[in-house]
């Protein structure tokens, strides 16, 4: 039987963030999905703030 998925969409925060501290909180962001078992498949870069693209086994 093949894996089953499900899927989360997730933007950046952009409350009033720049540079490094848009990054750090997108990396503690994907870091606490990553933990419940969400892995980043995808990043929309081209929009503000950022779209994520998470998938994880059912």
């Not at 990054?23 to 078992?37: H, I, K, P, V, Y």
């Not at 498949?41 to 086994?57: A, C, E, I, W």
């Amino acid at each position: 039987m093949s894996d089953r998925w499900e899927y989360k969409i997730i933007q950046g925060d952009s409350k009033g963030l720049t540079g490094d501290s848009i990054r750090a909180s997108s990396e503690t962001m994907l870091n606490n999905f990553g933990l419940q078992g969400w892995e980043c498949y995808h990043v929309k870069t081209d929009t503000y703030p950022s779209v994520f693209y998470l998938k994880r086994r059912r």
